[in-house]
Nanobody
Framework: QVQLVESGGGLVQAGGSLRLSCAASGRTFSSYAMGWFRQVPGKEREFVATINWSGSSTYYADSVKGRFTISRDNAKNTMYLQMNSLKPEDTAVYYC?????????????????WGQGTQVTVSS
């Protein structure tokens, strides 16, 4: 069993930056691929970024490519999402997720564990 806790959300002006963290419990964190998703009320959950077990492979949604950076520190059982040049359309609840596989995927149903989410609000 893996428990995930996100932090770092908040209110920021357009053009600003935030860094989200996802702290994971469990000794097998380093073997899990991880991902970030986001959701706006009334809309489907949207893929943001994913990273493999070692951090050597990452993939981003086109909407965040070049602005967001996903990373992980396996020694700290923590994953990060550095978000720069934020836009109002980035406003959402951001969720971290883990899957019992070392390879990346953009499909949310392939993730086995989810955090509770953290709100990110970007004002114009």
């Amino acid at each position: 069993q893996v428990q995930l806790v996100e932090s770092g959300g908040g209110l920021v002006q357009a053009g600003g930056s935030l860094r989200l963290s996802c702290a994971a419990s469990g000794r097998t964190f380093s073997s899990y691929a991880m991902g970030w998703f986001r959701q706006v009320p009334g809309k489907e959950r949207e893929f943001v970024a994913t990273i493999n077990w070692s951090g050597s492979s990452t993939y981003y949604a086109d909407s965040v490519k070049g602005r967001f950076t996903i990373s992980r520190d396996n020694a700290k059982n923590t994953m990060y999402l550095q978000m720069n040049s934020l836009k109002p359309e980035d406003t959402a609840v951001y969720y971290c997720a883990a899957r019992s596989s070392s390879s990346i995927t953009t499909t949310d149903r392939r993730y086995d564990y989810w955090g509770q989410g953290t709100q990110v609000t970007v004002s114009s």
